[in-house]
């Protein structure tokens, strides 16, 4: 079974780093790129950032929203995927999601298993 | 930046209603677009990509048509557990990966 788990969340005050796994179980890991997004009452669903394949490259793409402030990566050998978000504001608070695409493109992909989500309140 | 309308926000149905949401992208996005159905507290899942194509485990009651700049989510038969909040994403243009507001569906 394909699962998806997210790990790392928890409240953290303004101006610190948020360091977030996506442990991926029941398929090639190497196969897929992957990507973050994150959901808050605010702003709706945004996606955050993709990563590809490593044979791809690992070449990542940021939401403008959080370029300069986010890096993603991911570690094959362990079938996990990371996203750190820096100088956090309580506009980052919200439930963050990892998730899976088919293709090494970002163009035309989709999402086709995701996590659960992990909750993060950032809060002084 | 393009812009996604869905439509409608909220919808109140009965068991066994024919269902239809719509997403309007501002610009063309070809047959990239998806949709999706989100749970509180459960992965989301991938219900359509490619604006059409049905994701394999999803039950045939789901549908997605539409291209260029207007689609359509149709459940033919409403069931229990298609009570839910569906969103539309596009995978064309920036920004990338964008999503509609959401239509929450609940049982009237």
């Known amino acids: 079974e394909v699962q998806l788990v997210e790990s790392g969340g928890d409240f953290i005050q303004p101006g610190r780093s948020l360091r977030l796994s996506c442990a991926a179980s029941g398929f090639t890991f190497a196969d897929y790129a992957m990507s973050w997004f994150r959901q808050s009452p605010e702003k709706g669903l945004e996606w955050l950032g993709f990563?590809?394949?490593?044979?791809?490259?690992?070449?990542?793409e940021y939401s403008a929203s959080v370029e300069g402030r986010i890096t993603m990566s991911r570690d094959d050998s362990k079938s996990v995927a990371y996203l750190q978000l820096n100088s956090l504001t309580t506009g980052d608070t919200g439930i963050y999601y990892c998730?899976?695409?088919?293709?090494?493109?970002?163009?035309?992909?989709?999402?086709?298993?995701w996590g659960r989500g992990v909750l993060v309140t950032v809060s002084s | 930046d393009l812009q996604m309308t869905q439509s409608p926000s909220s919808l109140s149905a009965s068991i066994g209603d024919r269902v239809t949401i719509t997403c309007q992208t501002s610009k063309n996005v070809g047959n990239s677009l998806n949709w999706y159905q989100f749970k509180p507290g459960k992965a989301p899942k991938l219900l359509i990509h490619s604006a059409s194509t049905l994701q394999s485990g999803v039950p045939s009651r789901f549908t997605g048509g539409g291209s260029g700049t207007d689609f359509t989510l149709t459940i033919s038969s409403l069931q229990s557990e298609d009570f839910a909040t569906y969103y539309c994403q596009q995978s064309s243009r920036s920004p990338l990966f964008s999503f509609g507001q959401g239509t929450k569906l609940d049982i009237k």
């Open positions: 990563i590809r394949r490593t044979r791809s490259g690992a070449t990542t």
């Open positions: 998730a899976r695409a088919p293709k090494s493109i970002a163009i035309s992909n989709y999402f086709d298993s």
